[in-house]
């Protein structure tokens, strides 16, 4: 009898290990199959050269943004959204040195804290969780995701963090050296 | 009955402990996560993340001590149904915010979390009406490893959902 118990003990044990493992292992497929599958094809729809959507928008503080005055940085943040929160400190950096009139920032759903950061910085607007207009007209499905727009309202850069931003290029665009 | 309440306060347990240390240790992202999901005024969203955490680390404390075992069968119930109530509201409006119930996640709300919950608060029910009797210590312990398989399962229910979903 207690060799069956002991027995029983050690195969209840092994299942449970055996449980984990799977579980383990699904984890870690799930993780790659959220990297390549979930977002087939490049990460943004609009590449260097490619005009910008048709889009108006109104900011926090009632400034009008339209597909034919938006120069500058553009970024697309949205609540819950762990890596624009690590990028914000960076992002702020980098409006401050490029100026207020040169970024603008689209805020997807409610995010306070977010909005409130930016506002000093940045033009702000605030979208549905989707993005809204802003990202209809990027055609961005993506946060945190960076498009630097040149004088001639084109997409002349885009980029995941701030660091794969072009600066040089953002200098002779913004006009700042 | 009584390897029943055994059985179903060990998972009941377990699923709380696992969900209250994921929250802590991502207590700030589980914050921000909040307002996605249930309509709060922004000054009550970290009130509210902390009342939730302390509430989940609670009901394992209670659930494990005999004579207050059913009070913790009654937190974990109102708990669940209260996060099973938020979810509903958050799919009905169309809001698909990803679900911080075990850390961080990418899987957004919906309807199978909803199952998930319900099927809780049904095993919470159930412990909580069975007898209260404790049973011998072998029978004890069997309990506790099905509510401990139980608990594996369900916080990795995510993936293993996805698993299937995604074949078909």
Redesign the interface.
């Known amino acids: 009898m207690p060799y069956l118990a002991a027995a029983v003990v050690l195969l ?1 044990v092994l ?2 290990l055996n ?2 493992l799977t ?1 383990g292992i ?2 870690r ?2 993780a790659q ?2 990297r390549s599958g979930r977002h087939p094809g490049p990460l943004f729809a609009l590449g260097p050269g490619s005009p910008i959507g048709e889009f108006a928008a109104v900011t926090t503080t009632g400034e009008p943004v339209s597909h034919d005055t938006l120069t500058g940085t553009v970024g697309f943040f949205s ?2 959204c ?1 890596a624009c ?1 690590v990028m914000l400190p960076r992002f702020v950096e980098h409006a401050r040195q490029a100026g207020r009139e040169n970024m603008l920032a689209v805020v997807g ?5 977010l909005v409130e950061t930016l506002t000093p910085v940045a033009r702000v607007v605030v979208a549905d ?1 989707d993005g809204g207009p802003v990202a209809r007209a990027f055609q961005n499905t993506w946060t945190p995701a960076l498009y630097l727009v040149g004088d001639d309202h084109r997409v002349a850069a885009a980029a995941a963090t701030i660091e794969e931003l072009p600066t040089l290029t953002y200098d002779r665009v913004a006009g700042r050296g | 009955m009584e390897y029943v309440r055994a059985g179903c306060a060990s998972l009941i347990a377990l699923v709380f402990v696992a969900s209250a240390v994921s929250k802590m240790r991502d207590f700030d ?1 589980f914050a ?2 909040l ?2 999901l249930a309509t709060v005024r ?1 000054g009550l969203v970290r009130p509210l993340a902390m009342v939730v955490v302390v509430a989940e680390a609670v009901t394992p404390v209670l659930l494990v001590i005999p004579p207050v075992t059913s009070y913790g069968f009654a937190l974990g119930f109102v708990l669940l149904a209260a996060f099973t109530t938020a979810i509903a509201v958050a799919v009905r409006r169309g ?4 679900c911080r119930c075990f850390g ?1 996640s ?1 899987t957004p709300v919906g309807p199978r979390h909803l199952v998930r919950n319900t099927a809780l608060a049904f095993m919470a029910a159930l412990g909580g009406l069975a007898p209260q009797q404790i049973p011998p210590p072998a029978g004890l312990a069997v309990a506790a ?1 099905a509510g ?2 139980g608990a ?2 369900i916080v ?1 229910f995510d ?2 959902v ?2 299937f979903a ?1 074949s078909s």
Do not use: F, N
Not at chain 1, 109 to 113: I, R
Not at chain 2, 95 to 98: D, G, Q, S
């Open positions: 209840g299942c449970v449980l984990l579980i699904l984890r497929m799930r199959g959220d609540a819950a762990e929160h759903g409610a995010d306070a804290e969780l | 992202g921000r996560s307002p996605a922004p809001r698909h915010a990803p961080v990418s490893a401990l398989i594996i399962l990795s993936d293993i996805d698993l995604r």
